[in-house]
């Protein structure tokens, strides 16, 4: 197959040598915006002009126009690409204005519930936009060194394109769709007007609901070059899908549409807890993601003695170690997306099964985010055997401040 060197670094070469990034030139150009949206926050009086909202717009705007060409390599993909985010937007629109058919007046008492709602949907639209777009300008694999005449492939072009065609194309389009559907989400929750009846339509929830299944989509088709690898993922996710279907019908079961206790107010210890593990999934899925895509290692920089560029180095030098991280890694993923899920789902929270449903996902996330940074953040398994051990201190002090806590209560309580 000849020598197919990949870089991962800054700059790119191309025919006449090397050259810094073109993504690098491309994006600085609508910085201004972001800039000066920060300039406006200062400001107060501008705000009711709504000078904010119109930067932000702008900024937005520009974002999915750098991402249409730094993630593309023909014009083509760059007109899908932007097809993508008017599609979006053209289906949010008619969801909407057909659910909201007939409504004389908008409900007031559940002001204060949508306007919690929409802050989840920004936090979720902002971790997702971060990790597609720098995802789709970086693909997995790294890059093409040098111009393949026979193929006619060019130098920067991704390595997946040239050695997994099919797979590049499934994780591009996914991690696009999932961009494009969050920058979209963005859009929307800038300006209340809007974003209230979407989120009583619930044209945020589907569009989320279909951002998150794109994301695994990226995920298993990014996160390795081997089919046995993307089927765990499918697997993992069917599985957590299955359960969601079965909380959901005890749920029903128990009664809870009838009560409708999701009027209720919630107490501000569960609010508290819920904004809690909704940051722990979010983080944990941010950094699972990027991890899954760059793997520690890097790649093979050429496909010679029977290695092939753009395959993980720790796969085929530490393959034990290699599938250790990749499953510790993929099941943190899967989990967090899925714990996430719960936590967007008012109507599940105050149920004894929602509860255990959470408690269960914890403790394969957290599990699973450690074995995978013990396995990967080093290349001997006695290094990784001392960082699982760092959990039993941690664990010791933990219990000395709870014993500690508890018995100074009963100190003052007597």
Same mark, same amino acid.
């Given at each position: ?6 870089? +991962? ?11 810094? @990034? ?10 201004? $915006? ?13 705000? #009711? ?48 204005? !057909?659910?909201?058919?007939? =409504?004389?007046? #908008? ?22 936009? $971060? ?14 060194? *040098? ?18 065609? =099919? +797979? !590049? ?8 769709? @999932? ?12 300006? %209340? ?14 569009? $989320? ?66 904004? !809690? ?21 890097? /790649?093979? *920089? ?5 290695? #092939? &560029? ?18 510790? =890694?993929?099941? @943190?993923?899967?989990? /967090?997306?899925?714990?996430? $899920? ?8 105050? /149920?004894?099964?929602?509860?255990? &449903? ?5 403790? %394969? ?45 009963? @100190? +003052?309580?007597?």
């Amino acid at each position: 197959m000849g020598t197919r060197p990949v870089t +991962r670094s800054s700059e790119r070469p191309t025919r006449g040598g090397t050259r810094p @990034s073109t993504t690098a030139t491309r994006c600085p150009s609508w910085h201004p $915006s972001s800039l000066l949206a920060i300039l406006l926050v200062q400001k107060p009086f501008l705000h #009711e002009h709504h000078a904010l909202q119109a930067a932000m717009i702008l900024d937005l705007l520009g974002l999915i126009g750098a991402y249409a060409i730094g993630s593309c390599r023909d014009q083509v993909s760059t007109m899908y690409a932007v097809g993508l985010a008017g599609a979006a937007v053209v289906y949010v629109v008619v969801h909407v204005s !057909y659910f909201t058919l007939g =409504n004389t007046g #908008e409900n007031d008492d559940d002001d204060a519930l949508v306007e919690k709602k929409g802050g989840r949907f920004l936090l979720l639209a902002i971790l997702v936009a $971060s990790i597609t777009y720098q995802a789709g300008l970086t693909p997995p694999g790294g890059f093409l060194l *040098q111009d393949d005449t026979q193929s006619g492939h060019h130098a920067g072009e991704p390595v997946l394109l040239y050695n997994y065609p =099919n +797979r !590049y194309n499934a994780f591009f389009y996914c991690n696009s769709v @999932s961009f494009m559907l969050s920058v979209v989400l963005i859009l929307l929750l800038v300006n %209340p007007t809007q974003y209230k009846p979407a989120i009583r339509s619930h044209a945020l929830s589907i569009c $989320s609901a279909v951002s998150f299944i794109c994301l695994m989509g990226a995920f298993a088709a990014g996160g390795t070059q081997h089919m046995k690898g993307s089927i765990y993922i499918f697997v993992l996710a069917a599985v957590a899908f299955f359960f969601c279907l079965v909380l959901l019908f005890l749920i029903y079961r128990e009664g809870m549409k009838q009560d409708k206790p999701q009027d209720k107010p919630m107490p501000k210890s569960s609010t508290a807890k819920r904004i !809690y593990l909704m940051t722990l999934g979010i983080l944990v899925a941010s950094v699972t993601y990027q991890s899954g895509l760059d793997q520690p290692g890097g /790649s093979w *920089q050429s496909s010679s003695d029977g290695h #092939e &560029a753009g395959n993980p180095v720790m796969h085929d030098n530490r393959r034990q170690r290699y599938l250790t991280f990749f499953y510790a =890694n993929s099941t @943190s993923f899967v989990a /967090s997306i899925y714990l996430i $899920s719960l936590l967007l789902l008012r109507m599940v929270w105050r /149920s004894k099964w929602c509860k255990m &449903a959470i408690k269960a996902t914890v403790v %394969p996330l957290c599990l699973g985010l450690l074995v995978a940074y013990a396995s990967g953040s080093s290349r001997q398994w006695k290094t990784s055997v001392y960082v699982g051990t760092l959990v039993v201190p941690v664990l010791a002090y933990v219990a000395v401040h709870v014993i500690l806590s508890v018995w100074r209560r009963r @100190s +003052r309580g007597a």
